[in-house]
C-alpha cells in the first residue's frame, strides 16, 4: 500500500520569501508524484507531476519539485511566493498502473502575508 | 481546458432523507470517474472508483448501500448518499480520467459539494 506524509500542516511565509511544502511518500512499487492546488472555494489543480525523466519537475507559476527517490520525497519549492499563492497544497501519488486513484496526503495550507 | 462540474455545489438536508450529487466532464468523456471525501483539515479519502457501464469498486469501509454510484454515461456519474446522517456531512469531491489522454494518470476534478446534515 502507499501512504504520503506532508510534514507541516501550516506554512506562514512573508510575500517574496522562499518556501518549501514538504512530501515524504511510501510505497513498495514504482509511483507517479503529483502535487494539487486548492484555493478558497475552488476544485483541486493540478500544478506539477513527476512520471519519469528529471527528476526535477517545474510549474507555470514558479514553484518546482524534486524527485528525490533514495528519500523518497517530493519536495514543493518557490524561491518568492506572491500573496495570490496563499492556498492549500496536496501531495499525491499513484501507481503505475491504468484505473488507479490518487492518494493523498493531509495538505498543507500556505498562507503568505504582507 | 478538461472542465468538471458537480451539482449542487452546497446541499443541506435533514437527516435521514437522500441526496443526489452530480458529476459531469462537461467536455470531455471520462471512462473512470472517482468519488473522494474531505473532512475538515484532512486530505481527500477516495471512497469509490466507478466505470462507465459497470459497478462501482468501494474503498474499504465505505458502505456500498449507502454511498450509491451509478456511472451511467462517459460523462455523468452520481453519488447518492442515502439516509444520510450528521457523520455524512462533508466535502465531497469527484475526479473524472479522460477516455483519451495523453498520460493514463490524468485526472481532472470537479470543484466540490458541500453536504451538511442537519
Known amino acids: 500500500a502507499q501512504s504520503v506524509t506532508q510534514l507541516d500542516s501550516q506554512v506562514p511565509v512573508f510575500e517574496e520569501a522562499p518556501v518549501e511544502l514538504r512530501c515524504n511518500y511510501s510505497s513498495s512499487v514504482s509511483v507517479y508524484l503529483f502535487w494539487y492546488v486548492q484555493y478558497p472555494n475552488q476544485g483541486l489543480q493540478l500544478l506539477l507531476k513527476?512520471?519519469?525523466?528529471?527528476?526535477l519537475v517545474e510549474s507555470i507559476n514558479g514553484f518546482e519539485a524534486e524527485f528525490n527517490k533514495s528519500q523518497t520525497s517530493f519536495h514543493l519549492r518557490k524561491p518568492s511566493v506572491h500573496i495570490s499563492d496563499t492556498a492549500e497544497y496536496f501531495c499525491?501519488?499513484?501507481?503505475?498502473?491504468?484505473?488507479?486513484?490518487?492518494?493523498f496526503g493531509k495538505g498543507t495550507t500556505l498562507s503568505v502575508s504582507s | 481546458g478538461a472542465v468538471v462540474s458537480q451539482h449542487p455545489s452546497r446541499v443541506i438536508c435533514k437527516s435521514g432523507t437522500s441526496v443526489k450529487i452530480e458529476c459531469r466532464s462537461l467536455d470531455f468523456q471520462a471512462t473512470t470517474m472517482f468519488w473522494y471525501r474531505q473532512f475538515p483539515k484532512q486530505s481527500l479519502m477516495l471512497m469509490a472508483t466507478s466505470n462507465e457501464g459497470s459497478k462501482a469498486t468501494y474503498e474499504q469501509g465505505v458502505e456500498k448501500d449507502k454511498f450509491l454510484i451509478n456511472h451511467a454515461s462517459l460523462t455523468l456519474s452520481t453519488l447518492t448518499v442515502t439516509s444520510a446522517h450528521p457523520e455524512d456531512s462533508s466535502f465531497y469531491i469527484c475526479?473524472?480520467?479522460?477516455?483519451?489522454?495523453?498520460?493514463?494518470?490524468?485526472?481532472?476534478f470537479g470543484p466540490g459539494t458541500r453536504l451538511t446534515v442537519l
Open positions: 475526479s473524472a480520467r479522460p477516455l483519451r489522454a495523453e498520460f493514463l494518470d490524468t485526472q481532472y
Open positions: 513527476y512520471l519519469s525523466g528529471s527528476t
Open positions: 499525491a501519488v499513484s501507481v503505475h498502473q491504468a484505473g488507479t486513484a490518487l492518494i
